[in-house]
């Protein structure tokens, strides 16, 4: 199946600094990208539809400034947790739909854990 | 609003047992439903895709239905094994490309 890859995998920071986390799509082109955020024990949580060239679509509640969404390319986008707190620390997870807009698979990345001190 | 459950949340069988897990969603307009894998720590890997005009869709061990009426799906995965263990996550997606994900099945198998 289509590739999606995270990066990082795991990050640690201090208290009010800023993360980055990078999802590719590796052997497909990709118009929309998904963000989940996804806590112990529990399912995914939709924060934020990426769309290529086009803002963010935010899910309510997810705080758009906080949670900073770039889809600069087909293959690329970008989530940076803006002055990370230790609440912010989660598990998140992108996803990728390769085909129809509603029709196609999706695929996700490996997901990236942050864990803010 | 779409709701998506699983049941049972958790399921513990001996290896060989075939596994049955469930997945029940609120509102039929989907355009197709996914199931998931996710090992513990890692994302989730894609087992098999369902359109709202299919039935079913195998591949190997796994067999699922779609009774969209019903809003009803089924995952079925014959002689398990120890391998098999992980949590299965079921997802509709909807208008609005919106993916809606059920709480997820605990799965153990043991040897």
């Known amino acids: 199946g289509a590739v999606v890859s995270q990066h990082p995998s795991w990050v640690i920071c201090k208290s009010g600094t800023s993360v980055k986390i990078e999802c590719r799509s590796l052997d497909f082109q990709a118009t929309t990208m998904f963000w989940y955020r996804q806590f112990p024990k529990q399912s995914l949580m939709l924060m934020a539809t990426?769309?290529?060239?086009?803002?963010?679509?935010?899910e309510q509640g997810v705080e758009k400034d906080k949670f900073l969404i770039n889809h600069a390319s087909l293959t690329l986008s970008t989530l940076t947790v803006t002055s990370a707190h230790p609440e912010d620390s989660s598990f998140y997870i992108c996803s990728a739909r390769s085909g129809g807009s509603h029709t196609g698979e999706l695929f996700f990345g490996e997901g990236s854990r942050l864990t803010v001190l | 609003k779409q709701e998506v459950t699983q049941i049972p949340a958790a399921l513990s069988v001996p290896e060989g047992e075939n596994l049955v897990l469930n997945c029940s969603f609120t509102?039929?307009?989907?355009?197709?439903l996914q199931w998931f894998r996710q090992d513990p720590g890692k994302g989730l890997t894609s087992l098999l895709l369902?359109?709202?005009?299919?039935r079913e869709q195998t591949s190997g061990r796994l067999n699922a239905s779609l009774d969209k009426s019903s809003g009803r799906s089924t995952l079925y995965i014959a002689a398990s094994q120890p391998g098999d263990s992980a949590t299965y996550l079921c997802a509709v997606v909807a208008a609005g490309n919106k993916l809606t994900f059920g709480g997820g099945t605990r799965v153990l198998v043991k040897p």
């Open positions: 509102d039929s307009a989907i355009y197709n």
């Open positions: 990426s769309n290529e060239g086009s803002k963010a679509t935010y």
């Open positions: 369902i359109q709202s005009s299919q």
